[in-house]
């Protein structure tokens, strides 16, 4: 990995070119886990939220059903086939922003990429980073370039303005000289050579504020305190603004005794926080610090990411997940009246932060917006969360762990609020708040580090991410405009939340979608600016693909003989002419006719139960088959076209649930076919059957064996109810009865599925597992059952079988959709174990209510 230099620390980062916002659907890749039920829900209703196109929806399979899987399965499981999609649909340079679904792992394990390269084990680093933060580094992640791990990675991220003077001229051979030997006598532990060039660097180039750092630093080493004072005043003056660099760092203790500190400290606070200004972000551009050539490095364009929404263990239900997000879209321009808190108290959470509260609080000043720092003591106030506010528009805290439900306090709709811990956002580590606590409780958006991150700021947004807000940026990229190293940072909500943006108005003029569009079109739109806004330009797109743009009032010319004959999405987006040009659309439906082709659905259902067959017909003219495409061009069935009429029967098992966007493509001999008009199907889950069997003399309840919902079952064998005997239901646990081969079956209690298993259950010689429990469901709706394991393994509730398979190492698990009433359940679990030594399996119940794991009082023994 290169080497960051201290002549680097405080160089500008600035971004060279056109900045284009990250805030349209049209610029958004949604990614979706084609094995989990919950994260098809969660998919299609996202879908119809923000009204993505056909082909920014991308659907995945084999994900691992694992909270945190290895670098190399991050790799070819998700990013490359992410980014074979974006080559398929020709999206590569359009996608600046890449979403995830709920039901996938929250974190990445790269200590693989570590080893590789020969980096030892720092504590500092870890040997995780978070889903988003990994694939806003998705290149350097390909090419397994372990930069994605330093301090000020993200060069998209905001800096602090210097207030020194402008160096008047480049530092000359000579000095660069000086300045490298310096380099390298700190390198080789040289600190009196170090001292002595440095010195000679500084006495002739006086204008680099990292240099009079570093000879701070140095002389601070060898205990001249009196010396390492003038330095750091001669970096003060040459624009050393960030307090944290001295505070934070244990080699200036000594510095921070002295009378002088204090003054200097003041003139550093004063100063801290002023960051450059908002830049919309574009996926296609080489973001770049100003003094660092950067013109042939790929790897240093990011994709915006972030989570829709975590519903495993210690996450989100989905009813939440829903929730956050619809209101999330409602606040999109409607410029709430809210305070944005900034929590003090004396934690080094709350601490490493604190420096930038001045500067927070002046800057949304300056835009009409309104931010108050309260602290512990204060009227009542915690210092963890506000108490009693009802206006609650942004949060910045450091705790812990907080109750937001006991402070009485109301977040409005896009509001971000976020804590600065160490495990936010490390859903598998049981202390500490998470994330998903701000969400609930209707926050927008949120983050939290996937592991302990320590006390570095640049690995948490700073204060300034209201700022960016305020300004009109997308809740993505106020996010990552504030962070310098988010790999560790998971970002969970909704990315095109723009609750501060100043939208235009779009209209269609000519011609008039209502007409058959017929070879080269022109396509002429009227712009109304939002007040005070220019518009740069408005751009044209069809079904998800661009095709051109045109200055406001001009033309672009739609070649309409590309398309198929037939019915298409058109969509018109005003670009700003602002550095963060925000993006406002139209959308309409356009109907194209060149070679007389068409295919046509005319009543598709509006619901189908899932588990039945959805069964269109429809008729087509000049095409030989038909093909029924979902969101995100997946071929779901296909069937030809026989006197002009087509027939498909489709399983549903693997479509919703949820609201199912749909369309027809005709396939002709040569050339474009047709194309139907998009229509969607409603895909409910099945009815849970009322309770069937009562244990006896439990005095509790047991609703009915669930129905699975997306299993093959043919052949396996049809269990009813009356070879279904009702035990009673015992203390907390489950059974677990391990076989070593036909010599001798060992019972062991669990108190859960997850965690330390008795001695006993890890042998060489175990060839079977069996494990039985009753377990208890709140809620009604559809759940997903998540069973971590490998092996040959059968899975039945109430005595119904509801899986039966092999579950490769590689795939790491099973997950299994169940539609279940409140009650209790009882579950048999049968496994020959791909790994004798790996233990028993784990199960997690994750869907209307947050997700569990089987344990404590939510499990009875038989």
Same mark, same amino acid.
């Given at each position: 990995?290169?080497?960051?230099?201290?002549?680097?620390?405080?160089i500008?980062?600035?971004?060279?070119?056109?900045?284009?916002?990250?805030?349209?659907?049209?610029t958004?890749?949604?990614?979706?886990?084609?094995d989990?039920?919950?994260?098809?829900?969660?998919?299609?209703?996202?879908?119809?939220?923000?009204?993505?196109?056909?082909?920014?929806?991308?659907?995945?399979?084999?994900?691992?059903?694992?909270?945190?899987?290895?670098?190399?399965?991050?790799r070819?499981?998700?990013?490359?086939?992410?980014?074979?999609?974006?080559?398929?649909?020709?999206?590569?340079?359009?996608? !600046?922003?890449?979403?995830?679904?709920?039901?996938?792992?929250?974190?990445?394990?790269?200590?693989?990429? @570590?080893?590789?390269?020969?980096?030892?084990k720092?504590?500092?680093?870890?040997?995780?980073?978070?889903?988003?933060? @990994?694939?806003?580094?998705?290149?350097?992640?390909?090419?397994?370039?372990?930069?994605?791990?330093?301090?000020?990675?993200?060069?998209?991220?905001?800096?602090?303005?210097?207030?020194g003077?402008?160096?008047?001229?480049?530092?000359?051979?000579?000095?660069?000289?000086?300045a490298?030997?310096?380099?390298?006598?700190?390198?080789?532990?040289?600190?009196?050579?170090?001292?002595?060039?440095?010195?000679?660097?500084?006495?002739?180039?006086?204008?680099?504020?990292g240099?009079?750092?570093?000879?701070?630093?140095?002389?601070?080493?060898?205990?001249?305190?009196?010396?390492?004072?003038?330095?750091?005043?001669?970096?003060?003056?040459h624009?050393?603004?960030?307090?944290?660099?001295?505070?934070?760092?244990?080699?200036?203790?000594?510095?921070?005794?002295?009378?002088?500190? !204090?003054?200097?400290?003041?003139?550093?606070e004063?100063?801290?926080?002023?960051l450059?200004?908002?830049?919309?972000?574009?996926?296609?551009?080489?973001?770049?610090r100003s003094?660092?050539?950067?013109?042939?490095?790929?790897?240093?364009?990011?994709?915006?990411?972030?989570?829709?929404?975590?519903?495993?263990?210690?996450?989100?239900?989905?009813?939440?997940?829903?929730?956050?997000?619809?209101?999330?879209?409602?606040?999109?321009?409607?410029h709430?009246?809210?305070?944005?808190?900034?929590?003090?108290?004396?934690?080094?959470?709350?601490?490493?932060?604190?420096?930038?509260?001045r500067?927070?609080?002046?800057?949304?000043?300056?835009?009409?917006?309104?931010?108050?720092?309260i602290?512990?003591?204060?009227?009542g106030?915690?210092?963890?969360?506000?108490?009693?506010?009802?206006?609650?528009?942004?949060?910045?805290?450091g705790?812990?762990?907080?109750?937001?439900?006991?402070?009485?306090?109301?977040?409005?709709p896009?509001?971000?609020?976020?804590?600065?811990?160490?495990?936010?956002?490390?859903?598998?580590?049981?202390?500490?708040?998470?994330?998903?606590?701000?969400?609930?409780?209707?926050?927008?958006g949120?983050?939290?580090?996937v592991?302990?991150?320590?006390?570095?700021?640049?690995?948490?947004?700073?204060?300034?991410?209201?700022?960016?807000?305020?300004?009109?940026?997308?809740?993505?990229?106020?996010?990552?405009l504030?962070?310098?190293?988010?790999?560790?940072?998971?970002?969970?909500?909704?990315?095109?939340?723009?609750?501060?943006?100043?939208?235009?108005?779009?209209?269609?003029?000519?011609?008039?979608?209502?007409?058959?569009?017929?070879?080269?079109?022109?396509?002429?739109?009227?712009?109304?600016?939002?007040?005070g806004?220019?518009? !740069?330009?408005?751009?044209?797109?069809?079904?998800?693909?661009?095709?051109?743009?045109?200055?406001?009032?001009?033309?672009?010319?739609?070649?309409?003989?590309?398309?198929?004959?037939?019915?298409?999405?058109?969509?018109?987006v005003?670009?700003?002419?602002?550095?963060?040009?925000?993006?406002?659309?139209?959308?309409?439906?356009?109907?194209?006719?060149n070679?007389?082709?068409?295919?046509?659905?005319?009543?598709?259902?509006?619901?189908v139960?899932?588990?039945e067959?959805?069964?269109?017909q429809?008729?087509?003219?000049?095409?030989?088959?038909?093909?029924?495409?979902?969101?995100?061009?997946?071929?779901?069935?296909e069937?030809?076209?026989?006197?002009?009429?087509?027939?498909?029967?489709?399983?549903?098992?693997?479509?919703?649930?949820? @609201?199912v966007?749909?369309?027809?493509?005709?396939r002709?001999?040569?050339?474009?076919?047709?194309?139907?008009?998009?229509?969607?199907?409603?895909?409910?889950?099945p009815?849970?059957?009322?309770p069937?069997?009562?244990?006896?003399?439990?005095?509790?309840?047991v609703?009915?064996?669930?129905?699975?919902?997306?299993?093959?079952?043919?052949?396996?064998?049809?269990?009813?109810?009356e070879?279904?005997?009702?035990?009673?239901?015992?203390?907390?646990?489950?059974?677990?009865?391990?076989?070593?081969?036909?010599?001798?079956?060992?019972?062991?209690?669990?108190?859960?599925?997850?965690?330390?298993?008795?001695?006993?259950?890890?042998?060489?010689?175990?060839?079977?597992?069996?494990?039985?429990?009753?377990?208890?469901?709140?809620?009604?709706?559809?759940h997903?059952?998540?069973?971590?394991?490998?092996?040959?393994l059968a899975?039945?509730?109430?005595?119904?079988?509801?899986f039966?398979?092999?579950?490769?190492?590689?795939?790491?698990?099973?997950?299994?959709?169940?539609?279940?009433?409140?009650?209790?359940?009882?579950l048999?679990?049968?496994?020959?174990?791909?790994?004798?030594?790996?233990?028993?399996?784990?199960?997690?119940?994750?869907?209307?209510?947050?997700?569990?794991?089987?344990?404590?009082?939510?499990?009875?023994?038989?």
């Open positions: 990995m290169r080497r960051i230099g201290f002549l680097g620390v405080l500008v980062w600035l971004g060279i070119g056109p900045a284009w916002s990250g805030g349209g659907p049209e958004t890749l949604l990614v979706v886990n084609a989990s039920a919950i994260s098809r829900v969660v998919a299609h209703e996202y879908i119809r939220l923000r009204d993505l196109p056909e082909r920014q929806v991308v659907w995945l399979e084999a994900v691992p059903p694992l909270e945190t899987i290895a670098i190399a399965t991050f070819e499981r998700i990013l490359k086939p992410v980014f074979a999609h974006l080559a398929a649909t020709g999206l590569e340079d359009e996608i !600046d922003l890449i979403v995830y679904s709920a039901g996938f792992p929250y974190a990445v394990d790269f200590s693989a990429d @570590m080893k590789r390269v020969g980096m030892e720092d504590a500092h680093i870890g040997t995780a980073g978070s889903l988003t933060g @990994m694939t806003y580094f998705a290149r350097r992640v390909l090419a397994e370039d372990v930069g994605y791990l330093a301090r000020n990675a993200n060069r998209y991220a905001r800096r602090t303005v210097s207030r003077a402008r160096a008047p001229r480049a530092p000359t051979a000579e000095e660069r000289a000086w490298q030997a310096a380099v390298q006598a700190v390198s080789a532990e040289e600190p009196s050579v170090a001292l002595e060039s440095l010195e000679r660097y500084t006495d002739s180039y006086r204008w680099d504020a240099a009079w750092l570093k000879l701070a630093q140095l002389h601070a080493d060898g205990g001249a305190v009196d010396a390492a004072l003038v330095a750091l005043e001669q970096a003060v003056n624009g050393l603004n960030n307090v944290q660099v001295v505070q934070q760092n244990e080699r200036f203790e000594a510095v921070r005794q002295h009378p002088g500190w !204090d003054g200097l400290r003041e003139r550093m004063q100063a801290m926080g002023t450059e200004p908002a830049r919309g972000f574009r996926s296609r551009y080489f973001w770049s003094l660092q050539d950067t013109s042939s490095d790929t790897k240093d364009r990011y994709f915006l990411s972030v989570m829709l929404g975590y519903t495993d263990v210690r996450g989100n239900s989905v009813p939440e997940v829903l929730s956050y997000l619809a209101s999330a879209a409602q606040s999109d321009g409607t709430p009246e809210g305070t944005v808190y900034l929590m003090q108290n004396r934690n080094i959470r709350s601490r490493v932060r604190q420096p930038y509260f500067s927070t609080v002046s800057a949304l000043a300056e835009r009409a917006r309104h931010a108050e720092v602290g512990q003591g204060q009227r106030q915690n210092g963890q969360v506000p108490v009693g506010r009802e206006d609650v528009v942004g949060v910045v805290a705790t812990r762990t907080f109750n937001w439900e006991g402070s009485g306090s109301r977040m409005l896009g509001a971000i609020a976020e804590s600065f811990t160490s495990y936010g956002g490390h859903f598998s580590h049981g202390s500490q708040t998470k994330l998903a606590e701000f969400l609930r409780h209707g926050a927008a949120s983050s939290g580090a592991r302990e991150p320590y006390s570095f700021v640049e690995k948490f947004p700073l204060p300034q991410l209201h700022v960016f807000y305020a300004d009109g940026v997308s809740l993505a990229e106020a996010f990552y504030s962070v310098a190293s988010p790999y560790q940072l998971i970002v969970v909500g909704d990315p095109l939340t723009r609750p501060f943006a100043q939208f235009a108005t779009v209209r269609l003029v000519g011609p008039d979608p209502e007409s058959l569009w017929r070879g080269e079109v022109p396509v002429r739109s009227e712009v109304i600016s939002a007040p806004r220019l518009t !740069d330009r408005v751009e044209l797109w069809i079904n998800g693909q661009p095709f051109g743009s045109a200055a406001p009032g001009g033309t672009t010319v739609l070649d309409t003989t590309l398309l198929e004959d037939g019915v298409h999405e058109l969509r018109l005003a670009v700003e002419a602002s550095p963060i040009e925000t993006r406002s659309s139209l959308t309409r439906t356009i109907r194209v006719d070679r007389g082709r068409q295919v046509s659905v005319p009543s598709p259902p509006a619901r139960v899932r588990g067959t959805l069964v269109l429809g008729t087509a003219a000049g095409v030989e088959s038909v093909e029924l495409r979902m969101h995100g061009l997946r071929n779901v069935a069937a030809r076209v026989v006197n002009g009429r087509w027939s498909i029967e489709v399983p549903t098992e693997t479509l919703g649930p949820g @609201m966007g749909f369309h027809v493509l005709g002709a001999p040569r050339g474009p076919g047709a194309r139907s008009a998009a229509f969607a199907v409603q895909i409910v889950p009815p849970a059957r009322a069937r069997l009562q244990p006896a003399s439990s005095g509790l309840g609703s009915d064996v669930a129905q699975a919902i997306g299993l093959a079952t043919d052949g396996l064998p049809d269990v009813g109810p070879s279904v005997q009702a035990p009673r239901l015992g203390e907390s646990g489950l059974e677990l009865r391990v076989h070593h081969g036909d010599e001798r079956v060992e019972t062991f209690t669990l108190e859960s599925t997850r965690g330390r298993s008795p001695r006993g259950t890890r042998e060489r010689s175990i060839t079977r597992l069996e494990m039985e429990t009753w377990f208890e469901v709140r809620a009604d709706g559809l997903e059952l998540t069973v971590r394991t490998a092996g040959d899975v039945a509730i109430d005595g119904q079988p509801v039966r398979g092999t579950i490769p190492a590689a795939t790491g698990g099973q997950r299994l959709a169940l539609s279940l009433l409140p009650g209790w359940y009882h048999s679990l049968d496994l020959a174990p791909g790994n004798p030594r790996a233990g028993p399996p784990e199960v997690v119940v994750s869907g209307p209510e947050p997700a569990w794991v089987l344990a404590g009082d939510r499990v009875r023994l038989p």
